[in-house]
């Protein structure tokens, strides 16, 4: 028993000047080469009388990003997304290495780069609502599944990138429209992007882009979406945060190939107009249309989703009096010729605030 | 047959002959100084170009993809650092696709290093006070001392890179010191009858230029970095000014010059604009000769009888 005693009291003799050190001793744990973090939270407010839901303030997400070099070959990115029904979705967790010149390569969970409205995070959309054409063709938030993908910044005189990517095969969902869901070996979801800009003038850009992403389904047909998207985007130099404009519109559409003949599903699309008023305010309109699309207003007597086709204008004012939050407010009138609601008026309002670091958004 | 082969053949030659003699460093900034420098350092070995015009807010500049592009093949890429570029480059360099310039890289450098950086927060950074820069005042180019250790570095850099020409850059880069240091007793007389007077730039960006020439910064029209001036603001300031005697307000071509005109107009004063920035207006070429237009805007306001109160 003393034996014991006197081991247990060499121990804590022993230990626990080690335990001191470390505590005291920052650089065994440095925390110099800790992720760049940052985080976003958005909160919308909605009348809507055509939904049977109270009208008031919630909350949407908030969106932690960390961000960091991993060593000379790659860096890392992740965005996790808390929602307001207690889920976490980590919505994007990449690397990505740049030392292939002309090359990026990217792998991980990744937001598909399809077109322009799906490549944005919520908080980034130019309007609170997506295009109802999102939700119907490849997700509200864009195409977003484990994979990799490619993109080359080809040798031509102005911008063109090429990017092809692959991804893990995934079924239906709430965040996907695309039924890439069967089970064969060979099932390997497809992307192909063609992305070319080039300066108009001094101040003004325009930009096309074309997209593909094809899979095999749970039914064993081929099932695909196809896009096109076009942009004329002003920034002048001598009012870079003051004054510009976004002048674009984008295509998409879903559809199935099955016995040699290809199947049109979903389609739409938006025009969109978003002009700079000042440093800190900005306004937009935009009208768009999808067919045979669902939207949260299309619904039955019994309160089931019908597909139709829908047109919305929408129009909003945002508040910006820093990089770091925005007030903006917003109303849309839309039409449908299927459902109850021949057509729906709502007003919103959206805050969205952001700390610590947040990279640039794309141009 | 055969004069279609001659007008080939002369057209070819023609091309030949009228062509540009190929650098051996490409270079590309995220600055005019930073280009002006770095042309100057590397004489006929170095083509440099600047991502931000001189006309264009350095904290603001879109991250066009014809940026990216436009640095694709660069062979050395010289961030402002201390975050100034922070809002853009992160797209910009990776979006070039080109792993000779980014950072960690050879060809990547941060042209900050060696300045001696002032207006360091020291405690807690906090964007209760604006879009700070937690590294410390970024704008150190706007001291002629600065871009001396700017020159020196570049040297070295370039040096590192095609030692073939290693003897040219250090010539270069000591003949470009020499001539600041001649050019800067210059300036520094030009401003010597207004030394101790206070000056109100748009921007905090006038720190290094107010403590290399003995000018004070009364305040600035912006009421924290990145924040627009409301116009309670631009009275409360003006009638401080007028209290104090202040009269020059400064500002750069891409910032509201409405605002600057008014606070100068409620204090009895003027507002000039100045380049902070190589091309930032006409006549500001290269480094130097910003520094003549600076100088004699700042010196000329001061000596007027709205701007000469000390």
């Known amino acids: ?53 109270p009208y008031g303030l919630g909350f949407d997400e908030a969106e932690i990003s960390l961000l960091s070099v991993v060593d000379p070959y790659w860096t890392f990115s992740s965005n996790i997304v808390f929602l307001a029904d207690h889920t976490v979705d980590p919505e994007e967790i990449w690397a990505r290495s740049v030392n292939i010149p002309a090359v990026q390569l990217k792998l991980g969970k990744l937001r598909g780069t399809f077109g322009k409205h799906g490549l944005l995070h919520t908080h980034a959309f130019p309007f609170i609502q997506a295009p109802i054409v999102m939700a119907n063709t490849i997700g509200e938030e864009g195409f977003k599944d484990p994979g990799v993908e490619a993109a080359w910044l080809t040798p031509l005189p102005w911008y063109v990138e090429l990017t092809a990517g692959a991804y893990q095969a995934i079924g239906v969902s709430a965040d996907n429209p695309l039924d890439f869901g069967s089970t064969r070996h060979d099932n390997i979801p497809l992307l192909g992007h063609l992305k070319s800009l080039i300066d108009v003038n001094d101040a003004t850009t325009f930009e096309l882009g074309a997209s593909a992403l094809q899979g095999r389904g749970s039914d064993g047909n081929v099932h695909a979406a196809y896009g096109g998207d076009v942009t ?26 099955s016995g040699g003949s290809y199947d049109r599903e979903q389609d739409g699309g938006y025009a969109s107009f978003q002009y700079r008023l000042s440093q800190v305010w900005w306004m937009g309109v935009r009208g768009e249309q999808a067919r045979q699309s669902v939207t949260d207003f299309m619904v039955d007597q019994a309160g089931a989703a019908v597909a139709g086709t829908v047109h919305r204008a929408s129009a909003n004012i945002a508040w910006t009096p820093s990089e770091f939050s925005f007030i903006r407010l917003e109303y849309s009138h839309a039409k449908a010729d299927a459902g109850v609601h ?10 969205s605030y952001t700390i610590g670091y947040h990279p640039a958004h794309a141009y | 047959m055969k004069s279609l082969i001659v007008i080939a053949v002369a057209l070819g030659l023609g091309v030949v002959t009228t062509a540009p003699a190929r650098a051996d460093l490409k270079v590309a900034t995220s600055l005019t100084d930073l280009a002006s420098v770095a042309q100057y350092v590397g004489g006929k070995h170095v083509t440099a170009q600047s991502l931000c015009r001189g006309y264009e807010d350095p904290h603001f500049v879109p991250a066009k993809p014809s940026l990216m592009k436009a640095i694709q093949n660069a062979d050395v890429y010289i961030s402002t650092g201390l975050e100034l570029d922070g809002g853009w480059l992160p797209l910009v360099l990776p979006g070039s696709r080109n792993p000779k310039i980014q950072p960690g890289a050879k060809g990547f450098v941060d042209a900050s290093q060696g300045v001696d950086v002032l207006e360091k927060p020291s405690g807690t950074v906090s964007r209760a006070e604006g879009d700070i820069h937690p590294l410390g005042n970024p704008h150190y180019y706007l001291d002629p001392k600065a871009l001396e250790v700017v020159a020196s570095h570049l040297a070295d850099v370039f040096s590192g890179l095609d030692p073939a020409n290693a003897a040219d850059y250090a010539a270069n880069a000591k003949q470009f010191n020499e001539r600041m240091e001649t050019s800067l007793e210059k300036w520094e007389k030009q401003l010597e009858p207004y030394k101790g007077a206070s000056i109100v730039p748009y921007h905090r960006n006038f720190t290094y230029f107010a403590d290399r020439f003995g000018l004070k910064l009364f305040s600035t029209v912006e009421p924290k970095p990145g924040i627009p001036p409301s116009p309670h603001y631009i009275a409360d300031l003006a009638e401080s000014m007028k209290k104090s005697g202040v009269t020059v307000v400064t500002y750069q071509p891409y910032y509201n010059a409405d605002a600057s005109n008014q606070v100068a107009q409620k204090a009895g004063g003027v507002a000039v604009e100045v380049p902070s920035e190589v091309g930032g207006v006409k006549g500001a070429d290269d480094v130097f000769s910003k520094f003549d237009v600076m100088v004699s805007s700042i010196a000329g306001a001061l000596a007027t009888k709205a701007g000469g109160t000390k």
């Open chain 1, 1 to 53: 028993m003393r034996l014991r005693m006197l081991a247990c009291l060499l121990a804590v003799l022993v230990l626990v000047p080690g335990i001191a050190m470390a505590q005291a001793n920052n650089s065994l744990y440095s925390n110099l080469a800790n992720p760049a973090i940052g985080m976003n939270a958005l909160f919308t407010g909605q009348a809507v009388p055509t939904l049977n839901q």
């Open chain 1, 342 to 351: 021949p057509t729906d008026d709502r007003i919103l309002l959206q805050l």
């Open chain 1, 232 to 257: 004329f985007r002003n920034v002048p130099a001598r009012n870079s945060n003051r004054h510009g404009w976004i002048l674009q519109g984008e295509y998409l559409q879903k559809g199935a190939r």
